[in-house]
């Protein structure tokens, strides 16, 4: 049993260092995001197989809200800026 375990183990790293093993991009000024990415790939890993179909369409639901966020927060910052009407008011 544990013997199969340590296979089992195995056969995962292997797969790790196979969809990992090209070097990280160089560090920018934005946050490190593999982390988190590598957190949802053991996420998904380790669920039943018939949910692996469900959370991978969640998470891309999850990403394409998130990039909807980004493209409307992008046009707000490239729309010009509007200068406030201003109404002369004639003093008696």
């Known amino acids: 049993m544990e013997q199969e375990q340590r296979l089992g183990n195995e056969d995962w790293i292997r797969d790790w260092e196979r969809d990992f093993q090209d070097p990280p991009p160089p560090r920018g ?3 490190d995001l593999a982390p988190l990415f ?3 790939e053991a996420l998904r890993r380790g ?4 949910l692996q179909a469900q959370f991978t369409s969640l ?3 999850v990403l ?7 493209d409307w927060y992008l046009e707000r910052l490239d ?3 509007r200068k406030p009407e201003v109404e002369d008011i ?3």
Not at 47 to 50: D, F, I, R, S, V
Not at 64 to 70: C, F
């Open 47 to 50: 669920l039943p197989g018939e």
């Open 90 to 92: 004639p003093i008696d």
């Open 59 to 61: 998470l891309r639901e």
């Open 79 to 81: 729309r010009s800026q």
């Open 64 to 70: 394409l809200t998130l990039r909807a966020l980004i």
């Open 29 to 31: 000024s934005g946050p």
């Open 38 to 40: 590598a957190i949802a």
